[in-house]
């Protein structure tokens, strides 16, 4: 009588299915974290395209950038109107047509959100102001100004340095030190003018990143 060999995997025949499954879990886990990573970069794009347009139109509209705007509860009333802290009389830096204070950054989005120039931004129960959060790093987004050209801008802070430098790419021309000036510049905790950054080394994160709209 003959007897029947069964069939079935070995161990070494085990072992390299175990190999393939955790390199195609793997490559699917990298796939996936680079499309998400890709996703909040254009997320934080988006922001700041849509701070810098409302910026743009709130100022055809009032004359002022939003923060800089004196007397700004006589003028804005709709959507619960403007709140006694943003609504200020013109001196001291405010109508000089720079958002250039703490002060008047946190109240560029309370002006452009009672505008209704402005949607996507949360409400800080700590600071008691609206906020806009970047997708990396625990930072935010404003409107600030660069003080070397003196002009307005959108100021992005704590972001890691590769996406600093994906920023400047999508959005500056080529140079040699990519975040030492033009449409986008990065500065250090001082706050002072940097070159550039490395990843996992010389600033990075970047302390502030500021971007001329």
């Not at 996703?39 to 910026?55: E, F, H, T, W, Y």
């Not at 409400?123 to 906020?131: L, P």
């Not at 100021?155 to 449409?183: H, M, Q, V, W, Y």
Request: glycine fraction near 12%; charged fraction near 15%.
């Amino acid at each position: 009588m003959t007897r029947r060999h069964e069939t079935g995997f070995t161990l070494v025949e085990l072992a390299i299915v175990l190999v393939v499954i955790a390199l195609l879990i793997g490559s699917m886990y990298v796939g996936g974290s680079a499309l998400i990573e890709r996703g909040r970069v254009v997320a934080l794009l988006a922001k700041i395209k849509d701070l810098g347009s409302a910026a743009r139109t709130f100022k055809t509209q009032y004359g002022y950038f939003p923060g800089d705007l004196p007397n700004a509860g006589t003028l804005i009333t709709a959507n619960g109107g403007i709140s006694a802290g943003c609504n200020y009389a013109a001196g001291g830096g405010v109508g000089d047509g720079l958002v250039n204070t703490e002060t008047e950054s946190a109240c560029a989005l309370e002006h452009l959100i009672r505008a209704g120039l402005l949607t996507k931004a949360d409400f800080d129960n700590v600071t008691g102001s609206f906020v806009i959060n970047s997708e990396f790093g625990g930072g935010r987004v404003s409107l600030w100004f660069n003080s070397t050209t003196n002009e307005n801008a959108i100021r992005i802070t704590a972001l890691p340095c590769s996406i600093a430098l994906e920023l400047d790419t999508k959005l500056d021309n080529p140079n040699a030190n990519p975040l030492a000036g033009g449409f986008v510049v990065g500065l250090d905790s001082t706050p002072a003018v940097i070159n550039t950054c490395t990843s996992g080394g010389a600033n990075d994160p970047v302390a502030t990143l500021i971007v001329r709209y």
